[in-house]
């Protein structure tokens, strides 16, 4: 992937979807030709001149210092997942090498994979930065049944999210889920841009999916740590679960994502019913059982 044209695209969209109102900016009566702000202005509220703004918008973000990436920052009014995308894009910038990732893991570690096993009571996977789903315990993919009743391994949540039409069932919500996977696959886009994996799988995902397609041109990135799930599970119906992102420091790139519910709760109960289903079926049978619920 090009950084030059990823820096120039995601600056741009940033300063377009804010208005001068937005930015606390007086505007009289001047007619506007451009969405959002000016150059000039992104460059007055962030302190610096517009020739050198310009610059940057570009895409030559080599040699920026933190001081004006947190300036631009709070001129684009960016969230933390934005400001920590930007600085993976100064850094592919400023220097490839570091930018490039050793060897990307493709198995999970037996103590890892033990972890997983152990955790009889809760589905956890592991999966790496472009949604590959490398190791699952037995609940795990009880509760993700529809992505892995298929042949293809390893799963992949995008491929699932945008290629299978189960997946629009699976989501209560699939419009979020699938803009949180397209910020998702984004964001590790500028944190290793030099993974020919990853850039493939975009390319396989741009061709074939106009909602990916879509998706992918706004230039949003989301960091993936903490909330809630909801799901409408075949076997179980409805199923709201809390989920944590647990980043596997020994394996960078892997994250641990285990998912819970409230003790004597309604998702607690049907997650033990799933449990107990799991026990004795394979993923792809939850495709010919009626929903509990």
Not at 236 to 264: K, M, R
Request: hydrophobic share 40%; net charge positive.
């Amino acid at each position: 992937m090009d950084n030059r044209e990823e820096v120039k695209a995601f600056l741009n969209s940033r300063r377009a979807r804010i208005t001068p109102e937005d930015a606390g900016l007086t505007i009289h009566g001047r007619t506007r030709r451009v969405p959002g702000l000016r150059r000039s202005e992104v460059a007055g509220l962030a302190g610096v001149s517009v020739e050198y703004y310009s610059k940057l918008e570009r895409g030559d973000l080599s040699g920026v210092s933190d001081k004006v990436l947190h300036a631009l920052g709070r001129a684009l009014r960016l969230d933390e997942a934005e400001q920590s995308h930007l600085a993976d894009l100064t850094r592919a910038a400023g220097n490839p090498r570091r930018a490039r990732r050793k060897s990307p893991v493709r198995q999970v570690r037996p103590s890892v994979a033990r972890i997983l096993d152990g955790m009889a009571e809760l589905p956890a996977f592991v999966h790496n930065g472009r949604l590959d789903i490398l190791a699952a315990n037995p609940l795990a993919e009880a509760l993700f049944a529809p992505a892995f009743a298929g042949t293809a391994r390893p799963v992949n949540h995008a491929r699932f999210n945008f290629f299978n039409p189960r997946a629009r069932g699976f989501w209560i919500d699939w419009e979020r889920a699938a803009d949180n996977c397209v910020a998702m696959l984004r964001t590790e886009a500028g944190r290793d841009p030099y993974d020919r994996a990853l850039t493939g799988l975009v390319g396989e995902l741009s061709t074939r999916s106009e909602a990916f397609r879509v998706r992918w041109a706004s230039h949003n990135v989301h960091l993936h740590r903490t909330g809630l799930k909801r799901f409408h599970h075949p076997v179980v119906g409805d199923l709201n679960l809390s989920y944590e992102v647990l980043d596997l420091a020994a394996d960078p790139g892997l994250a641990l994502v285990v998912f819970s519910a409230e003790a004597g709760s309604p998702a607690d109960d049907s997650l033990r019913f799933l449990a107990s289903w799991a026990a004795s079926h394979e993923p792809a049978d939850a495709l010919a059982t009626p929903d509990q619920a």
